[in-house]
């Protein structure tokens, strides 16, 4: 978490104006809600829905409603706005258009990841972001978890030495490579894509090229991932697990030492240590100075850090977002930089059958 000490909504003295385009599931449950510990004030709602934008104005505190998003941000002039939509028919990201159409207009843009479907897509934003001076973010919620943004913290220490390999695990499958020309069935791996990519992306750079297998009984796959800087890494996206497992699994390795990230919110990391005398040591016990370093939530207060809100990154990304743009400064993560990268990952597994090497950036 960046900040040591949450402000509530209303202690702010200085405030984004913003509105927002989608009153859908995900905004309901996880991004209007972050609103009352972000600098804010939520001057209208859009969606085509007049109904459900109604509702979610009283709910949220919004003063006006519509049902075009151009009309809104014609109208209200906002200083930013927040953009969490869907899918078209064809499959493609309804976020991306409107993003390009709000940076047009010159306002700053929250929008929910995917980013968009294509290297192409992404690479708009960026020319609209630029030609339009206007910022860009992508709720890259992962890069904000705590725990994510401590093991980053702990790999980029010099007693870590350089982190030379990575393991993630992430379950999704995906399509039979025959049908990946069809947007339509890649939606799934789409939206889900994002989640370990923008992990790997976060933690080790650029990918300089990788290779998967796929397993035909459910869509698994592995992949083998080399990094421009030299590293390696797997990713692990299995498919067929049950519905009561965790999800996630982390792992980076550095020189002497490791962390280890489980179900997003236990971090455990391995100092360097020596290994206690092989054949003669009679406890595992290192001394206290190089023992592992193990943090997980507590459950039983009301806090702020253990509700989903904050653990799983969506308060902290909102709160980046506006203090970047409050500060006239460009968000540091959730870039289109990293939108791009993954869009890359992406398309390598839309284009290329397995069991190739799969160039993402050349040398
Ligand atoms: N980061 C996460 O943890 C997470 C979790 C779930 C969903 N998501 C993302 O959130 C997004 C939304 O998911 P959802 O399940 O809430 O979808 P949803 O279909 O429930 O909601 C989308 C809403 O957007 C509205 N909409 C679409 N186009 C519009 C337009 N042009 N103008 C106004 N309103 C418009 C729709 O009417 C709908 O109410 C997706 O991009 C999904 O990937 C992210």
Redesign the pocket.
Known sequence: MEQANVKYNFEYDRKLNICF???????????YPTFQYAPVDLAAI????AD??AAYARQFGARAVY???REMLEKEKPDAVFI????TPEGR???TD?ALDALKAGVHVWM???TAASVEEVQQLMKASRDNNRYAMS?L?KVFFPAIAKAKQIISSPEFGTPSSIYVRYPQDIPAFAERSDLRKLKGFL?HL??PASIIHYLMGKIGSIAYEREPFNGGTVTNMRFLNGAVGTLHMPAGVSGSSPLERLEVVGSGANVVVENGVKVTYYRKAARPAYGRSASYLVDDQAAPLHWEPEHSLGQLYNKNIFY?G?VPEVLHFCESILNGQPPQKGTLEESLEIAKLFEAYRYSPEGSPIVINGQ
């Open positions: 385009i989608g009153a859908g599931g995900h905004s309901f449950r996880n991004i859009c969606d085509k829905d459900r934008a049902t075009d998003y969490v939509t869907s899918y990201v309804q976020a409107i929910e990841k995917p709720g919620k939206d994002y989640h799983l969506y």
